[in-house]
């Protein structure tokens, strides 16, 4: 997770239209907001016991993101419906991948309507 929360910090500050990315808790999981620019939807993240071999990066269900990210990454993630992929443990993180997911959702809004 710590690598996950890395990889969003560092997105984000390679898009300027995100501007600056609060990071607080929701469900009791860390999630990153936009809340300056409001370029995006939130991003959370967690390990739960009931799936100790992955770890998940949840988006909001109302979107088109997974849809999009099963589309872009058939062979990248595992999918948990239309809210979450989850990364192996077990085997290296995907890293453009996952970068292109957290950059889809954190300028989410830029480019709906």
């Known amino acids: 997770m710590l690598a996950l929360r890395q990889l969003v910090f560092e997105v984000a500050a390679e898009l300027p239209e995100v501007g600056a990315l609060e990071e607080t808790l929701k469900w ?3 999630a990153y907001l ?3 620019t409001r370029s995006g939807s939130t991003l959370r993240m967690d390990w739960k016991p009931r799936a100790p ?3 998940a990066l949840y988006f909001n269900c109302q979107t088109t993101l997974v849809e999009t ?5 058939p062979d990248a993630f595992s999918f948990e ?3 979450a992929v ?9 890293e453009d991948a996952v970068k292109t997911c ?7 809004h830029t480019r709906k309507g």
Request: hydrophobic content about 40%; overall charge neutral; some cysteine.
């Open 53 to 55: 071999d992955v770890c």
């Open 69 to 73: 990210f099963r589309t872009l990454f």
């Open 102 to 108: 957290i950059a889809t959702a954190l300028t989410y």
């Open 34 to 36: 936009t809340p300056v």
């Open 28 to 30: 009791g999981e860390p």
């Open 86 to 94: 989850l990364t192996p443990l077990s085997a290296p993180l995907p």
């Open 81 to 83: 419906g239309n809210r």
